[in-house]
């Protein structure tokens, strides 16, 4: 069984840049959710998609968005960059909704720096 | 809305000590509360899964209690090894809604 994969694992980009994060979700799980942890914190919640809907989003602006394909796998794009969006992001699969009790599994997380 | 806090920030130990790390919630509607590990710049680890209908879960070494009424949750760790140091989190969510998660409390296992 493979767990949740994440690419690039670091990425440097400057201001007013536009950058693409992907995940692959652990075999047979159909919901993805991704978060942003600033260092010292724990991580927000950014939003989740279930079946390739989008299915809850956390308060964040219009400039994060996503997408989740057929084989469930997921991207995480964030348009005109700034400087606090340097953060580790992270995504999590599970095999159902997380909200209804079910449990989530981390992958490793992509460090973005925004120069 | 859920809010999650956890105490203490960081916590040193000398190897082979029992301890327990604190974890409070404020909405105690809660569905679930999940535990993990993160090692120094790496993703997290599940530990532990509680939903609201359970009082503890226990892997190996580690258990994890759930008291909704006092909006508390506990993570006990026998036995502490310096293998043990990183970052523990918890995360709470009631139904419907998504994990809202913790700080973290810093742990360091002396040898």
């Known amino acids: 069984e493979t767990g949740v994969t994440q690419s690039p694992t670091h990425l440097i980009k400057t201001r007013g840049q536009q950058v693409t994060l992907r995940c692959s979700s652990q075999?047979?799980?159909?919901?993805v959710s991704w978060y942003q942890q600033a260092l010292g914190q724990g991580p927000q919640f950014i939003f989740q998609?279930?079946?390739?809907?989008?299915?809850g989003r956390g308060n964040f602006p219009p400039r994060f968005s996503g997408l989740q394909f057929p084989n469930y796998s997921s991207e995480l794009n964030v348009n005109a960059l700034e400087l606090d969006d340097s953060a580790l992001y992270l995504c999590?699969?599970?095999?159902?909704?997380?909200?209804?009790?079910?449990?989530?599994?981390f992958g490793p997380g992509t460090r973005l720096t925004v120069l | 809305k859920q809010e999650v806090t956890q105490i203490p920030a960081a916590l040193s130990v000398p190897e082979g000590e029992n301890l327990v790390l604190n974890c409070s919630f404020t909405?105690?509607?809660?569905?679930?509360l999940q535990w993990f590990r993160q090692d120094p710049g790496k993703g997290l680890t599940s530990l532990l899964l509680?939903?609201?209908?359970?009082r503890e879960q226990t892997s190996g070494r580690l258990n994890a209690s759930l008291d909704k009424s006092s909006g508390r949750s506990t993570l006990y760790i026998a036995a502490s090894q310096p293998g043990d140091s990183a970052t523990y989190l918890c995360?709470?969510?009631?139904?419907?809604?998504?994990?809202?998660f913790g700080p973290g409390t810093r742990l360091s296992v002396l040898p």
């Open positions: 509680i939903q609201s209908s359970q």
């Open positions: 999590a699969s599970s095999l159902f909704l997380p909200s209804l009790g079910d449990e989530q599994f």
């Open positions: 995360a709470a969510s009631n139904y419907g809604q998504n994990f809202v």
């Open positions: 909405d105690s509607a809660i569905y679930n």
């Open positions: 998609y279930y079946r390739e809907e989008e299915n």
């Open positions: 075999s047979g799980h159909n919901t």
